[in-house]
């Protein structure tokens, strides 16, 4: 589930949940501006924004003008979220990730505001207690959590944001979205898991950061978070980082193009 203090939050319903499982962050990725339209390309006309909605709409293309997404992703640990997260970011110049608030000590070359809002642990209580909070979570004995103010900030922007959080965090933002239409309107909440437990085992052992007592509760976990899927929208098995990388932007593509969020360009 890298962050810094934003300001003026609204109230909202605190949403805890407690685990003991690393909660993975989808790192950063520097994305360039997306080169201006040549001088002799005809002006396209502005988006049309609609008066119900908060959020700036942005241009998909010549055609269509959307809304932005809140795209909450969970898998199990070793799933390969991270990885994904980290490609979908590079490919879509107007999506961002959110960054989160800890209140565990920075790491080495962690800066921050740009991986996570270092918080202490007063300040991070205050906020919980004031219901700023759209997830939060204590790994380890370090709270974790992100604020609404943070993913409401990005979206009426214009961006589209992603969310790299747990089954309970993605359960805790859908349950604030049923009280919130602007975070519902928003929300895409897809779940990404591996062919098989066999699969899941061999990745982790690949990575040669646990010892076999934490792989086997790993893998005790995953089974637990493998059977909220259908709680998602979307149900993305995973195969080789290009396949999962294609099929989550056809997933995105798809949803910007939905009728509750698409918009039709201002015909003269």
């Known amino acids: 589930m890298k962050r810094k203090s934003p300001k003026g939050n609204k109230p909202a319903k605190a949403a805890s949940s407690a685990r003991q499982q690393t909660r993975p962050q989808a790192r950063q990725q520097s994305q360039r501006p997306a080169k201006p339209n040549s001088a002799s390309a005809s002006p396209k006309p502005a988006p049309r924004c609609d008066p119900a909605s908060n959020h700036a709409p942005r241009e998909q293309d010549d055609a269509i003008a959307t809304r932005p997404m809140l795209v909450v992703i969970s898998a199990p640990s070793g799933a390969g979220k991270t990885t994904l997260c980290e490609h979908t970011l590079l490919r879509r110049s107007n999506m961002t990730r959110a960054i989160t608030c800890t209140t565990r000590p920075?790491?080495?070359?962690?800066?921050?505001?740009?991986?996570?809002?270092?918080?202490?642990?007063?300040?991070?209580?205050?906020?919980?207690?004031?219901?700023?909070?759209?997830?939060?979570?204590?790994?380890?004995g370090n709270s974790y959590g992100t604020l609404k103010s943070e993913v409401l900030g990005k979206l009426r922007s214009g961006r589209d944001v992603l969310l790299n959080v747990?089954?309970?965090?993605?359960?805790?933002?859908?349950?604030?979205?049923?009280?919130?239409?602007?975070?519902?309107?928003?929300?895409?909440?897809?779940?990404?898991?591996?062919?098989?437990?066999?699969?899941?085992?061999?990745?982790?052992?690949?990575?040669?950061?646990?010892?076999?007592?934490?792989?086997?509760?790993?893998?005790?976990?995953?089974?637990?978070?493998?059977?909220?899927?259908?709680?998602?929208?979307?149900?993305?098995?995973?195969?080789?980082?290009?396949?999962?990388?294609?099929?989550?932007?056809?997933?995105?593509?798809?949803?910007?193009?939905?009728?509750?969020?698409?918009?039709?360009?201002?015909?003269?």
């Open 106 to 140: 920075p790491r080495e070359g962690e800066k921050d505001g740009v991986d996570y809002y270092f918080l202490d642990a007063g300040d991070f209580l205050k906020r919980l207690q004031a219901g700023n909070f759209l997830e939060n979570a204590t790994v380890y």
């Open 166 to 268: 747990d089954v309970q965090g993605a359960a805790a933002i859908r349950a604030h979205a049923a009280d919130d239409p602007e975070i519902r309107s928003a929300l895409v909440t897809v779940f990404l898991t591996v062919p098989s437990m066999g699969i899941l085992e061999h990745r982790l052992k690949k990575r040669g950061q646990d010892a076999p007592a934490v792989i086997a509760k790993r893998l005790s976990v995953a089974r637990q978070e493998i059977g909220q899927w259908k709680n998602f929208d979307y149900l993305l098995v995973s195969s080789s980082i290009d396949e999962d990388v294609r099929r989550l932007a056809a997933i995105l593509d798809a949803e910007q193009m939905r009728q509750a969020r698409a918009q039709l360009p201002a015909y003269e």
